[in-house]
């Protein structure tokens, strides 16, 4: 018992040994067959290519190349015949540059069973061995397009011919659009067709018969919105920009669409039909835009000077002449600072009388404060935005309290905004003695008249300071400046309709004038008489007549009331125009 026991545990190992040297001889086995799949010079048997006539599998790179080169004879010679409703047309695979793709395919191929890895590799190898397919794979071929569609358009003109769209012209001078219809047509459906010469280039059949599938495609129609869009052309007048630059008019274009689509509803395939284009002129061109825009009166007022105070005259003449024709398009703000400019000698102003300390002294630009005012006020009748004002510290007279406009470079400035719809114009003068400013713009049908008033409220007398001069003679006295009253006033502006009658009172400001003292300039210098010396006559023994001296009356001399040299202008308080 014993024994058979101990044959029986040998046995059993026996066979555990037979089965690992069975595992080995596998595992030598596989690593044996995926070596020599890998190491294969040759395309492995069982490599197919479905859409191919003839077979490259168990051969070399080289051979396989030539083989495909033979296939790529016969596609050259290869028939086509394509057909549509009844008509066909016959070309060569050579005429369409039917190619197959022969060095990515032999590449592909060679790989199959060398790259997949140690196991899959020896698969691959024992199928080969075996007879057994391995992988399939498909030819890529490639057609001229250009040239294939050129063999499928004279067959579908036989039967009908291609779409085509309706289209339009727009003449050279803009007065007509010519508007042709197409015509539907038929539209070969290329993507099916190169599919199916691809699979009749890998069948065995010398010629290759397909039907060349098609669909009715319709021709599109004019977009007439699309065209109105395109033609129309907005009407603009011409307009000022900031800066008094203009930009020109534009002639207006355009044409009825509902008009025009219905004409075109009822026209036949390829019909024509023409589009009349409607112009529409500008109101306001460049030619007319003064004329039109700048036709009203908006406001005018003048104030007088001196003319014969040629610097103060020039000052004046240079500041009215730097606002004239200034045009301000609306919501523009003029600034008469940044309009003059600096008054220097540099920019053509000269010395004259202006008010510094309570006192009339020379200053540059003096005079320029009344062309502000003057045009203030023109400012205030057309019923213009005042964004920047101040009056005098010094009541100036060639206005009415309240209605003045000081200004000083760097410091004070006089500014409106043109609040209309519509450019205003400034036209301005200081000559002969008159500075006038106008403000032109358009009006409206309603506007009212704008009348302005001043009202004191209080007056305050000026003193008199007398002040010694030394250069004076003693005894002298000389007015050196005449007194003007100060003021506290009101101005406002009243509105009144066609008729006359007051729709409203504005107050615009309420303003304190300073009063403006006399001065009085009292000589101190003595005058000192030289005595002359008595010479005797020499005696002459004549006889002569004695005639008593007439007596000699001196007229005393009286204090001077002129005022020096200037100071009769506008800017002097005691100036009456």
């Known amino acids: 018992m014993s024994k058979l026991l101990r044959s029986s545990g040998n046995g059993k190992k026996a066979a555990i040994v037979v089965i690992v040297l069975l595992l080995l001889l596998c595992v030598v086995g596989f690593i044996a067959f995926s070596f020599a799949a890998s190491n294969s010079d040759k395309i492995l048997k069982g490599v197919n290519v479905s859409n191919i006539s003839v077979s490259i599998d168990d051969m070399s790179k080289e051979r396989a190349l030539e083989k495909l080169s033979e296939y790529q004879q016969e596609l050259d010679r290869k028939a086509f015949t394509i057909s549509y409703d009844g008509s066909t047309n016959q070309f060569f695979g050579k005429d369409i540059e039917l190619k197959v793709a022969s060095n990515e395919l032999v590449e592909k191929a060679y790989k199959v069973g060398k790259e997949e890895g140690f196991f899959q590799s020896a698969i691959s190898y024992l199928k080969s061995i075996f007879g057994q397919e391995i992988a399939n794979l498909d030819a890529d071929y490639t057609v001229n397009e250009e040239q294939l569609e050129t063999y499928v358009d004279k067959l579908i003109a036989a039967s009908g011919t291609q779409a085509v769209d309706a289209k339009y012209e727009i003449n050279e001078d803009n007065t007509e659009i010519k508007v042709t219809k197409g015509h539907d047509g038929i539209t070969p459906l290329y993507s099916q067709l190169y599919n199916s010469i691809k699979e009749a280039a890998g069948s065995d059949e010398l010629e290759g018969a397909i039907e060349v599938k098609a669909e009715v495609e319709a021709a599109k129609d004019i977009d007439f919105e699309e065209l109105y869009t395109r033609t129309y052309v907005p009407k603009k007048n011409a307009s000022y920009e900031e800066g008094g630059k203009y930009t020109p008019e534009q002639v207006g274009i355009s044409f009825d669409k509902n008009e025009a689509y219905a004409k075109y509803k009822v026209l036949k395939a390829d019909e024509e039909m023409t589009i009349a284009l409607k112009k529409e002129n500008p109101e306001i061109t460049t030619e007319n835009l003064n004329d039109i825009l700048f036709k009203d009166e908006l406001g005018r007022f003048k104030t007088l000077f001196n003319a014969s105070n040629l610097n103060r005259s020039s000052n004046l003449n240079i500041a009215a002449n730097s606002i004239n024709n200034k045009i301000l398009v609306p919501g523009e703000v003029f600034s008469y600072n940044d309009t003059l400019g600096e ?141 003007v009253t100060g003021y506290v006033s009101e101005g406002y502006k009243v509105y009144k309709d066609a008729s006359g009658k007051e729709i409203k009172r504005t107050l615009i400001s309420k303003d304190t004038y300073s009063p403006t003292d006399k001065i009085i300039k009292v000589g101190t210098k003595k005058v000192v008489k030289p005595v002359e010396p008595v010479t005797p006559d020499p005696v002459v023994e004549t006889t002569t007549t004695v005639t008593p001296e007439q007596p000699t009356t001196t007229t005393p001399e009286q204090p001077s009331t002129q005022w020096p040299t200037g100071w009769d202008t506008p800017e002097n308080p005691n100036y009456r125009g």
């Open 343 to 483: 008054r220097t000698a540099k920019n053509g102003y000269k010395e004259a009388h202006v008010y510094s300390g309570g006192e009339v002294v020379d200053g540059m630009g003096g005079g320029i404060c009344q062309v502000s005012s003057t045009l203030y006020n023109s400012v205030l009748l057309a019923d213009l935005e005042v964004v920047e004002r101040k009056n005098h510290m010094f009541y100036p007279e060639y206005v009415d309290p309240s209605f003045d406009a000081t200004v000083a470079w760097g410091s004070i400035d006089f500014k409106f905004k043109n609040n209309r719809e519509t450019p205003i114009k400034i036209v301005a003068s200081a000559k002969g003695g008159v500075c006038i400013v106008t403000i032109y713009g358009k009006k409206e049908d309603d506007e009212p008249k704008i009348e302005l008033v001043s009202k004191v409220l209080s007056k305050k007398a000026p003193t008199t300071i007398t002040r010694n001069d030394p250069t004076l003679e003693e005894g002298k006295q000389v007015v050196s400046q005449n007194p």
